[in-house]
């Protein structure tokens, strides 16, 4: 059990990529604070998991959620010794549909929560030698045209992991950073099928976006945050990610 007697907070953590790090965290021997808005969601993965996990709801939209978030942890579990930034607001925007309300929503949930959740636990970090995990996207490199605002705040999460990484790497807290491509979500699905895509569109994908005949699943990043949320991984600290099936610089796509 390679996280054994971590305390862990998951922001996200009722559905998707943030759930399948929960339950991979707590399969390996972690406790987990269980963060998202949805209550039933929450209470069902909480359910599953048992006395390892305990649930706090809450929106990152408002500037105190970080420090109600902590002491929900610390109120549950103890300590702190990691935290994993997953929760994101995903939306389309372009620069003729952006507004300054969708920008500053965008922002405060994908950079500045993550930012200030970091802060209000960062005692805690630096007293359990701890790391952070930022959930990020391989749209911070520039994004897709439909995806402004949000392409933006991930640009802004990886210079986020960076920077804190070079800042407190004395301080013996390191953080770290997945950009992830694309992976089929409970969300995902419905967003796809709710845009008229057939129900076994995944299924169908060109080569030149899925190599491998599929999308990355939930439950694969999952396996990877394990290293990182890890002692294993000590001290390698400021990585940048790139999760995906492809290399994302230089890239030539198979041609169908």
Partial sequence: MKLRDKVIIVTGSTSGIGRAIAERAVAEGAR?????????????????????????????????????????????????????????????????????????????????????????????????????????SINALSGEATLLDYSISKGALQTLSRNLA??????????NHFNVGWVLTEREQALQVGDGQPVDWAQRLPVSIAPAGRLLTPEEIAAASVYWLSDESRPVNGVVLEIEQFSIHGRNPVKV
């Fill in 166 to 175: 070079n800042a407190h790497a004395r301080e013996k807290v390191r953080v």
């Fill in 32 to 136: 987990v604070l269980i963060h998202g808005i949805d209550r039933p969601a929450g209470e069902n993965v909480v359910a599953r998991l048992g006395a390892n996990a305990a649930l706090h709801l809450d929106d990152l939209v408002d500037p105190a959620s970080g420090t109600r978030i902590v002491a929900a942890a610390m109120t549950a579990f103890g300590k702190v010794d990691a935290i994993v930034n997953n929760a994101a607001l995903v939306a389309r925007s372009t620069l003729a549909t952006t507004t300054a309300e969708f920008f500053d929503r965008m922002m405060a949930i994908n950079v500045r929560a993550p930012l200030l959740l970091i802060q209000a636990a960062f005692s805690e970090l630096k007293r359990n030698e701890g790391c952070v995990l930022n959930i990020g």
